[in-house]
């Protein structure tokens, strides 16, 4: 059995369940969003505050759970001349032991380490784009199939109520 799009309202995403998957798309999008902003300015408020130094990978930790392992990227720095270690929550094949990378401290307590640069921003760039993404295709595609439509429909039934030149 073949049903013409037109003829099977589920499948029309301007039927009501279409304009819902829109609605989430762009909802998604704006938490994530929201949560890519929050990480940026916490990240940013702990680097005016945190003493900056650099660290040595000295090894990596991996923790092997039932699908899936995660890894972390162990580093020694110095605090007032003293050796430190501690794990950051970023990892890349790229890195190897004895590679330098620069790192914020907290003075109070030395062991809260973020990295500066590229890989101290990563989680709210990825954050940022995906929420980014999401809420263009939500927003896209709700003006599309939603908005659009209706402010044309609006547009025809103003012109058609409006009387011609010559009837006025």
């Keep these: 059995m073949q049903t013409s799009y037109g003829s099977n309202k589920s499948m029309d ?6 304009k819902w998957i829109f609605l989430v798309f762009l909802a ?3 938490i994530l969003l929201a949560i890519a902003g929050f990480l940026a ?8 505050s945190y003493v900056r130094t650099d660290a040595v990978i000295v090894g990596f930790d991996v923790e092997h759970h039932d699908d899936s392992d995660t890894h972390r990227t162990v580093v ?7 050796p430190r270690q501690t794990t950051v929550g970023v990892y890349s094949a790229t890195f190897s032991v004895g ?9 109070e307590n030395p062991e809260d380490v973020i990295l500066i640069g590229f890989w101290g921003w990563l989680g709210s760039l990825i954050c940022g784009f995906i929420g980014l993404v999401f809420t263009l295709i939500g ?4 003006y599309l199939f939603r908005l659009r439509p209706r402010m044309q429909e609006r547009k025809a039934a103003a012109q058609q109520d409006k009387p011609a030149p010559w009837e006025q």
């Design 99 to 107: 590679d330098e990378l620069r790192v914020a401290y907290d003075p």
């Design 76 to 82: 020694e720095y110095l605090v007032e001349g003293s």
């Design 139 to 142: 927003g896209i595609t709700l």
């Design 13 to 18: 995403p301007r039927g009501t369940g279409g």
């Design 28 to 30: 998604a999008g704006l």
């Design 41 to 48: 300015v916490r990240h940013a408020h702990k680097l005016e």
